[in-house]
C-alpha cells in the first residue's frame, strides 16, 4: 500500500464520530425510568436487547393477561442491537455451511423454522407499524479470490444435491458486478429471500414501543444484580429495589450470565464498522447497487457492507480482537487503527468512491461461543431460562431464541425445544491464558489461510476436527 494512499484514505476518517450510526438517531426515544421499591410479576425479562424484548413482546402475544416485566441496565438497544450491520438473516445456524456441518439430520427442519422466523419478524414490523427501514433484499457472499469461486460454486453444487438452493443463485464475475461493480467481485451466491436489511436501533425502539404498547412494564437504567429462589419463584435484586417473579428469562448474551455456570460459554470479540456520507447519485451509480442487497466477501476474515436509507455504505468486519480477560469494556469501543485498515479495504473494492468520507466509525462485543450460533438451557428447576452464543448473527435469530425460551419456561415439547441444536451446548471455553492463545492462535491462522488461497493450517484442521473450526 502506497504512503500516499494510506494517507488519502485515513484523511476519510478525519471527522468520523465515534459512535455507531444507528444510535446517533435525533428520534432515539427517551428511557423509560428506573425501577425503584419491590415488585411482583409472572415473567420477568432481563436484558433490552433484541433477545429480551422478543421475549417480552412474545410472551404477551401469547397471554395477553400475564404481567411481564423488563429491565435493562443501561437504555434498551444500545449495546449489540444498536451497532451491528443491521442484516437480518433467515439463518438460525451462523449460515447454512455452519448448520449443515454440525446439525446434518435437521438442517432442512432448521432451514424452515428460520424462513418462518423471518416471515413472522416481517410481519411484527408491518402489524406494529415498526419504522426500522425493513427491507426484503438479500444477500449476496462475494468471492475476491479465484480459490474462492471455486469454492463457491462447489458448495452450490453441494446444496443443490441436498435440496438446499430454494431461492439460491450462483453469479460469475459478470452477474456479481452487474449487481454491485467492484473490480476485486469474482463471482458470487446471491441469498434473494433469505436475508432483510433494516436499521436495528429503530428495530429495538420499536420493539419497545409494542411492548410497552402490550402492557409490558420497562424499566431501563436498572441493571439485574443477583438472581435467587424464593419460594416457588425467583428473585432479582436491582439498585434500588427487587423484582419477585415466577419464571425469568435471561437475555442478556455477552453479559456475564446471571446464571454461573453458563459464563464459560460466551466471550466477548469486538466487531467495527464504518458509515460513509450519503453517497451521491452519480456515485451510487459508478458501483450500480442497483437493488439494496446487503454484502459479504468470503474469506476468513471478512468485511460486510450495505446501504442505509439515504444511501450511505456501512463497512465492517474484518477484525475481530479479543481483549485478554475476556471483559466487556468501554475503552474496546473504539480502534483507530481498524478504522484505518477497513478504510483501506473500503477504497480497495470500491475505487470509483475514492473521496468519500466517513461519518461514523464506531464498535461493540458480540456474544461469541464455539459453536457460532445461540445455545440454550435453564436453571433453578426450570424457573429460569436462558439464550446467548448468537456470534454475530442474532438480529434474525433471537427471535427464534425467545420462542426457545418461552417453550422451556413453560415446560412445553415443542418443535423447537426437541432439536438437537436446543438440547445440546457448545463446548465452554477454557479459562485464561489458555482462552486468548487459542484465539489469537486461530485468528494468525486465519489470516495466514486467507493469504495462502485457503490452505488450512494443523491448527485449523485440529479445530475442524473438534467441532471448532471458525471459518468466519
Not at 456479481?176 to 433494516?198: H, K, W
Not at 442474532?394 to 413453560?410: I, N, P, Y
Amino acid at each position: 500500500m502506497a504512503p500516499s494512499a494510506m494517507s488519502r484514505w485515513t484523511q476519510s476518517l478525519s471527522e468520523a464520530r465515534p459512535v455507531s450510526y444507528w444510535l446517533d438517531d435525533p428520534g432515539r426515544p427517551v428511557p423509560e425510568p428506573a425501577l425503584t421499591g419491590r415488585t411482583v410479576c409472572d415473567l420477568l425479562v432481563v436484558g433490552g436487547g433484541y433477545s429480551g424484548l422478543w421475549t417480552a413482546l412474545i410472551a404477551k402475544e401469547r397471554d395477553p393477561s400475564r404481567d411481564v416485566v423488563l429491565v435493562e441496565g443501561r437504555e434498551v438497544g444500545w449495546a449489540a442491537s444498536g451497532r451491528n450491520g443491521g442484516f437480518c438473516a433467515a439463518s438460525l445456524t451462523h449460515g447454512l455451511p455452519n448448520g449443515l456441518a454440525r446439525w446434518p439430520d435437521e438442517i432442512h427442519t432448521l432451514e424452515r423454522l428460520g424462513a418462518r422466523n423471518l416471515d413472522a419478524i416481517e410481519e411484527t414490523v408491518a402489524r406494529h407499524s415498526i419504522d426500522c427501514d425493513f427491507e426484503r433484499t438479500g444477500e449476496i457472499d462475494v468471492a475476491t479470490e479465484p480459490y474462492q469461486a471455486e469454492e463457491l460454486r462447489g458448495w452450490y453444487e453441494e446444496i443443490s444435491a441436498r435440496g438446499l438452493a430454494d431461492g439460491i443463485e450462483f453469479l460469475d464475475a459478470d452477474a456479481v458486478r452487474e449487481q454491485v461493480d467492484s473490480p476485486t467481485f469474482l463471482a458470487g451466491l446471491y441469498d434473494r429471500r433469505g436475508v432483510a436489511m433494516l436499521n436495528p436501533a429503530r428495530l429495538a425502539w420499536g420493539l419497545k414501543r409494542a411492548c410497552l404498547d402490550l402492557g409490558v412494564r420497562v424499566y431501563e437504567h436498572t441493571p439485574a444484580l443477583t438472581l435467587r429462589q424464593y419460594g416457588a419463584g425467583m428473585s432479582v435484586r436491582t439498585p434500588y429495589g427487587a423484582v419477585r417473579a415466577r419464571r425469568v428469562a435471561l437475555g442478556t448474551n455477552v453479559f456475564p450470565s446471571l446464571v454461573r455456570r453458563v459464563r464459560p460459554y460466551t466471550v466477548p470479540v469486538y466487531d467495527y464498522a464504518l458509515m460513509t456520507e450519503p453517497l451521491t447519485d452519480r456515485q451510487l451509480a459508478s458501483i450500480g447497487w442497483k437493488n439494496r442487497q446487503g454484502l459479504g466477501d468470503s474469506a476468513n476474515q471478512f468485511h460486510y457492507f450495505r446501504l442505509s436509507s439515504d444511501n450511505r455504505v456501512l463497512w465492517g468486519g474484518y477484525d475481530a480482537v479479543y481483549p485478554y480477560g475476556g471483559r466487556v469494556r468501554a475503552e474496546h469501543d473504539d480502534r483507530p487503527e481498524t478504522y484505518a485498515k477497513l478504510a483501506g479495504h473500503f477504497f480497495t473494492c470500491f475505487p470509483q468512491l475514492e473521496g468519500v468520507r466517513f461519518t461514523h466509525a464506531w464498535g461493540g462485543a458480540i456474544d461469541t461461543c464455539s459453536r457460532f450460533s445461540a445455545f440454550f438451557g435453564t436453571a433453578h428447576a426450570g424457573r429460569v431460562a436462558y439464550a446467548a452464543g448468537y456470534t454475530g448473527l442474532g438480529v434474525g435469530a433471537t427471535r427464534f431464541g425467545a420462542e426457545v425460551m418461552l417453550d422451556l419456561l413453560a415446560g412445553e415439547r415443542t418443535e423447537r425445544t426437541e432439536l438437537e441444536m436446543v438440547r445440546s451446548k457448545p463446548l465452554p471455553f477454557p479459562p485464561e491464558p489458555f482462552a486468548w492463545t487459542g484465539i489469537a492462535l486461530t485468528k494468525w491462522s486465519l489470516a495466514r489461510a486467507d493469504a495462502r488461497g485457503g490452505r488450512r493450517n494443523l491448527w485449523l484442521r485440529t479445530m475442524d476436527r473438534l467441532g471448532l473450526g471458525f471459518d468466519s
